[in-house]
């Protein structure tokens, strides 16, 4: 199936440093979403964007929906600890019932 | 917050056996649930959406004969692999969604690892 161009594949910074992760599609999606995922568990809704050049923050997180709709990046501001995980990038279509297009994923590692 | 939840977490069988995963909403009614496929170090993959009281809708290049999927009520989605094989050992992940959320957002199960001998 389709995927989504998620980069960088891995991260090794050091606890305190801003994060920036980015997504590309060569389709249009309604919706972009990311979503941090823990080893062994589902993935949870980091942030959701719903309009092309939307810019939504959640805390020390902010991503932004392309203009063109087939990109988005994450920021992540001043690393803790707890950010250690991977993040996903997703897409959704104009059905509200459609399933998400998933990016391959970036490994966040902190380095202490 | 939506919850959702699976059964089993883990489950480890014998090759040519039928396993049953279990996916349920606890405190909304899913009128829809989807399931992915997780290999290690891997993206999650989209299997096939379904829709209650209704036929699943598979991905290309996913076995509908293999991977039997039922949606019978609003809160229960059932995956059963059937006849499995070592290849089909993965992270098995289902989501729900309800229409009558404004944001039709999808809520992540658990997982459930299995491994197949």
């Known amino acids: 199936g389709q995927q989504l161009n998620q980069s960088p594949q891995s991260m090794f910074i050091q606890e305190g440093e801003d994060v920036s992760m980015n997504c590309t599609s060569s389709?249009?999606?309604?919706?972009w979403l990311w979503y941090k995922q823990e080893p062994g568990e589902g993935p949870v809704l980091l942030i959701a964007l719903y309009k092309a050049g939307e810019l939504t923050s959640n805390g020390r997180l902010t991503a932004q929906f392309g203009i063109t709709r087939k990109d988005s990046f994450l920021n992540i501001s001043a690393s803790i600890p707890s950010d250690v995980g991977i993040y996903f990038c997703?897409?959704?279509?104009?059905?509200?019932?459609?399933?998400?297009?998933f990016g391959k994923g970036t490994h966040l590692i902190i380095q202490p | 917050g939506a919850v959702v939840s699976q059964h089993p977490s883990r489950v480890i069988c014998k090759s040519g056996t039928s396993v049953k995963i279990e996916c349920r909403s606890l405190d909304f009614q899913a009128t829809t649930m989807f399931w992915y496929r997780q290999f290690p170090k891997k993206s999650l993959m989209l299997m096939a959406t379904?829709?209650?009281?209704?036929?699943?809708?598979?991905e290309q290049g996913v076995e509908k004969d293999k991977f039997l999927i039922n949606h019978a009520s609003l809160t229960l989605s059932t995956l059963t692999v059937t006849s499995a094989h070592p290849e089909d050992s993965s992270f098995y992940i289902c989501?729900?969604?309800?229409?009558?959320?404004?944001?039709?957002?999808?809520?992540f199960g658990p997982g459930t690892r299995l491994t197949v001998l």
């Open positions: 989501s729900a969604s309800s229409r009558g959320r404004a944001s039709d957002e999808q809520f």
């Open positions: 379904s829709n209650e009281g209704s036929k699943a809708t598979y």
């Open positions: 997703a897409g959704q279509g104009w059905g509200g019932a459609d399933g998400l297009t």
């Open positions: 389709s249009i999606f309604n919706t």
